[in-house]
């Protein structure tokens, strides 16, 4: 089992610049998850999708979109990167029933905005 | 949202018992108290998870006071190896989203 698959490891962007990180989960989890851990600080979440067909804010959703294009797959795209935006992305799911919140995470996408 | 508080960072010498305690006041009777940890440049992973009184795996003890308003998570005979960054998460996986605290960093000392 692969678990919780992101793309891709390591991006450098240019202000201005767009990209979509892409992530995948291979345990049929209904719950999907994107955070986002500046150096030294602790995990805030952007967004997430309690479901397929369902998307809602987190706490910091400003800059970014998602889209929740089947179960396996949740992505977050960046339309106009800036240098505040550096920083390394994980995506989480969950099987999202009551009580189970035990998260599985990607290895994370580091990102830099130059 | 249950908000949590731990302490920003702990000292521990090899060999002995860790005790982190996690404060959440308005954890919600739904609400579940998972652990996780850190190492630098790696997703968090999952560590123990319980709803009430005490829970013990093979790596980690989770004691949970009646009242539910906080939890510890102790981790016998520490190890260089458990140098990470702690997160105390409570939550209900039926009411996302799940928020994150600031997660305590364990320094253990040979």
């Known amino acids: 089992n692969a678990g919780v698959t992101q793309t891709p490891k390591f991006q450098v962007l240019k202000t201005g610049q767009s990209m979509t990180l892409q992530c995948a989960q291979d345990m049929n989890h209904n719950s999907m998850y994107w955070y986002r851990q500046d150096p030294g600080m602790g995990l805030r979440l952007i967004y997430y999708s309690a479901s397929e067909g369902t998307t809602d804010k987190g706490e910091v959703p400003n800059g970014y979109n998602v889209s929740r294009l089947n179960k396996r797959e949740f992505s977050l795209r960046l339309e106009s990167a800036a240098p505040s935006q550096t920083s390394v992305y994980f995506c989480a799911s969950n099987l999202g029933a009551p009580g189970a919140n035990v998260l599985t995470f990607g290895a994370g996408s580091r990102l830099t905005v130059l | 949202l249950a908000k949590t508080t731990q302490p920003i960072s702990m000292d521990s010498y090899e060999g002995q018992e860790v005790n982190i305690t996690c404060s959440h006041n308005n954890i919600a009777t739904n609400d579940y108290i998972t652990w996780y940890q850190q190492f630098p440049s790696q997703g968090p992973r999952f560590i123990i998870q319980?709803?009430?009184t005490k829970v013990t795996n093979e790596v980690a003890s989770l004691f949970i006071p009646a009242d539910r308003k906080s939890s510890t998570l102790s981790l016998p005979r520490v190890s260089l190896s458990d140098t990470a960054v702690y997160y105390c998460l409570v939550g209900d996986a039926g009411n996302t989203p799940l928020v994150f605290g600031k997660g305590t960093r364990l320094s253990v000392i040979a």
């Open positions: 319980g709803y009430k």
